[in-house]
């Protein structure tokens, strides 16, 4: 299964991503626990679903962010998304890694959806890591980031 990432480990680049510079594990530990904290104050009166997620700054600060439900459904905003639009809107510009927790069981078994990586590319480098909990595993797992979205969108403004 070395597609799905690095365990905490192992500590070996993986095949995919030969130059993918995993956290060290205590790192990857830290950042996880913060955003289990900012799992704490998701809203989801809806799902019961708390996610959250914590954005490692270049500067070594963390931003968190969790899920905000809506009443339309729709309208929710998901964790990974909320960090990061408080962080670039409060002028962070330079991003590291990213760590998402929703809890600690393979029925919690989960990574960012498909718009919020999307939303994680325009800002973090390809290579960035995405901390886990891999609730089979039982253990905090680094994925590269560009490795859960191959040939993202990417907008070339024409001339
Ligand atoms: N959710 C996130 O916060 N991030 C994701 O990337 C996947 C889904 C939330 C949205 C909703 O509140 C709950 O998980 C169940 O879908
Ligand atoms: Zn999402």
Redesign the pocket.
Known sequence: ARWRGLTMSSGTPNDLSPSFQPLGAAEASRLLAAAERAAGF?Y?P??R???G?ALLLANGEVVG?????DGTYDL???????ALWKAVSEGHRDFRAIA?W?GATPLHH????????QALLQWLPPEAPVVWLDGVLGEPVQTPLSALLPEQFRFNPPG
Do not use: K, M
């Open positions: 998701a989801v809806f799902s679903f708390p996610v997620a962010g969790c899920n905000v439900e929710t905003a998901h964790a990974e998304r909320v998402v929703a989960v990574t960012p959806c498909g718009s919020c990586r």
